[in-house]
């Protein structure tokens, strides 16, 4: 398959009309230091903030992108073209620090990205050219085996209608049908039929218009409501983490998705939707970074690749037992003493064959609670090198609490407060000058104990109770200014409970959830949308359908800040 002509080239620029407003790159309070504090409040009424956000540009991740081919092939065709792509995407092995891999300023193409998907598109139209006289009468019904290039050509026309339509999630543009039947024309006059289709399937692999999810509203300044196009997309990769299928397209197309009570309806069908459960394990593996896990080496003994897969495949099991469309709430999720067991995985719980040969076993396990007790969470937060229980506490109080950290001054030697105690035998004994030394103890005794409840489990999520022959203490008390809260535990498993059940997690759960449907950090002046949405959250302990519907209903999501021009 050809390098793109010169014509072809120009053509990718065919779904960038007009302009789109980068992220606005600002966080909530606290975003500096990763924060956020948000509090556990369940306050009242949503406040109309002063200003939306602007629309960030967001490219499709690895998942969606995959996705979308399997939608816009028929049987089996999109699954043998995703094994060809090398469709780059964020993820910890390419740098990603913070937020989701469908953040807009996570999808930024540099230029060996660029080759990937160059070099992707290129394989995919080659795979199709390999069976194209199969493939073709799927993709253009009209066609018959031993079909001639003058069929090709007659039916071509309303593929690129149609495949344009569902590929760039709305109807082309006049532009687009001229620009991309001209490419097709063009290269007829010294390719075979097939080749020129094939040529256009490369494009359409990697326009713009199909990777890109261009918001441009329905006004020009201001507060401008989504296209009900653009609507059906953020609903269904929202949810799915795929296009909008046809049921949403048609209701696209005549408007009626705009209809509050209509985009219910849709969301409340596709809930049911098989994509749907790993959608929300994705986010909750994002959220709590186990996606670090993607980092480690696959030739790391303890964790060889295929434990290793399991382990982030686990997130997805427990949350689909826990906290899913049809059972179970963020509480539970928190807060299950049922854990997901694999084969790979099982002796890590100290339960070896009961887990499942490539899938999970749920068994009760007395001696965790919820998914912070999970071995992939803990494996991910205890890198080699560094001390575990600072790393798991600063963890759980910024990105599960969503309370701030203090700002680390930039002159403290963290080496030296602990020459004296580097032989005790716990971690506890070990760490102790940082909350009693008057340089270390005002950040550590924010953290501290949030990583001592946890140290009943070692680096690869092992329970125990002792270390290095002594006795661990798992006990704490801490205070939260913010929400003026000070939880007293007398072990792991009571911290895991009160943090499971706290509204300061649920709360926290929102915020995180809110910045993943909307791509992008949240404004300051978006903030009072989140006590309305954490009432709701509450209400239910969490269920799936409280922090969607809510969500839906929120200007925030049907509608954006148009910068001035």
């Known amino acids: 398959m050809m390098r793109p002509t010169l014509l072809f080239t120009a053509l990718l620029l065919v779904g960038?009309?007009?302009?789109?407003v980068g992220p606005p790159g600002l966080g909530p309070p606290g975003a500096g230091n990763g924060g956020g504090g948000i509090g556990g409040g369940t306050g009242g009424g949503t406040t109309q903030?002063?200003?939306l956000g602007l629309v960030g540009i967001r490219r499709l991740n690895r998942v969606q992108y995959e996705n979308a081919l399997r939608a816009l092939f028929p049987g089996t065709i999109g699954t043998t073209l995703v094994a060809q792509t090398s469709y780059p995407s964020a993820s910890p092995k390419t740098g990603l620090a913070s937020g989701f891999s469908s953040d807009s300023d996570n999808g930024t193409v540099s230029t060996q990205d660029e080759i990937l998907l160059e070099d992707g598109s290129e394989f995919m139209a080659a795979a199709f050219m390999t069976n194209a006289s199969s493939l073709l009468p799927q993709l253009?019904?009209?066609?018959?085996?031993?079909?001639?290039?003058?069929?090709?050509d007659a039916c071509v026309g309303g593929f690129i209608d149609d495949f344009g339509r569902r590929a760039f999630r709305r109807p082309l543009t006049a532009t687009e049908r001229t620009n991309i039947n001209a490419l097709y024309t063009t290269l007829r006059v010294e390719q075979s039929a097939a080749e020129s289709f094939s040529a256009v399937l490369q494009y359409f692999f990697q326009a713009p218009a199909f990777i890109y999810r261009p918001e441009k509203g329905t006004g020009t300044t201001g507060v401008v409501a989504l296209t009900s196009h653009e609507l059906a997309t953020r609903?269904?990769?929202?949810?799915?983490?795929?296009?909008?299928?046809?049921t949403l397209l048609a209701l696209a197309d005549d408007?009626?998705?705009?209809?509050?009570?209509?985009?219910?309806?849709q969301a409340e069908r596709l809930l049911g939707a098989t994509l749907t459960q790993a959608t929300l394990g994705r986010f909750v593996r994002e959220w709590l970074r186990v996606d670090l896990l993607e980092s480690i080496d696959d030739m790391d003994p303890n964790l060889p690749a295929a434990r290793r897969d399991a382990l982030l495949a686990e997130v997805e099991a427990l949350t689909r037992n826990s906290w899913s469309p049809t059972r179970g709430s963020m509480v539970e999720l928190f807060t299950t003493?049922?854990?997901?067991?694999?084969?790979?995985?099982d002796d890590l719980y100290g339960a070896p064959n009961q887990g499942g040969a490539g899938s999970f076993n749920l068994v009760t396990r007395t001696d965790r609670r919820g998914i912070l007790s999970s071995a992939g969470f803990l494996i991910a937060h205890a890198p080699a090198g560094h001390q575990t229980p600072i790393i798991r506490g600063a963890f759980v109080r910024k990105e599960v609490l969503c309370q701030p950290l203090a700002t680390l001054p930039g002159n403290i030697d963290i080496n030296a407060p602990l020459n004296d105690t580097r032989g005790l035998p716990t971690a506890r004994e070990r760490l102790s000058p940082t909350t009693t030394r008057g340089e270390c103890s005002g950040c550590h005794r924010d953290i501290n104990p949030l990583g001592f409840a946890l140290e009943r489990y070692d680096a690869l999520g092992r329970f125990r109770t002792t270390e290095n022959g002594a006795t661990i203490d798992t006990s704490g008390s801490i205070n939260f200014p913010i929400t003026g809260e000070q939880w007293d535990f007398t072990d792991g498993d009571a911290f895991l409970a009160t943090a499971g059940a706290s509204a300061m997690t649920s709360s926290c759960a929102t915020q995180r959830y809110f910045r993943f449907a909307l791509g992008r950090q949240l404004l300051p002046s978006e903030l009072p949308y989140l006590p309305a949405l954490n009432a709701r959250v509450n209400e239910t302990g969490g269920s799936v359908q409280s922090f969607v519907f809510p969500l839906l209903e929120s200007e925030a999501f049907t509608s954006f800040r148009r910068e001035e021009p």
């Open 235 to 246: 609903l269904a990769f929202l949810l799915t983490d795929a296009p909008p299928d046809a």
């Open 16 to 20: 960038c009309e007009g302009s789109i």
């Open 337 to 345: 003493q049922q854990m997901a067991l694999e084969a790979q995985t």
């Open 49 to 51: 903030p002063a200003e």
């Open 255 to 265: 408007g009626t998705l705009s209809d509050p009570a209509v985009l219910h309806a």
């Open 140 to 152: 253009c019904p009209s066609l018959a085996p031993g079909f001639t290039d003058a069929q090709v």
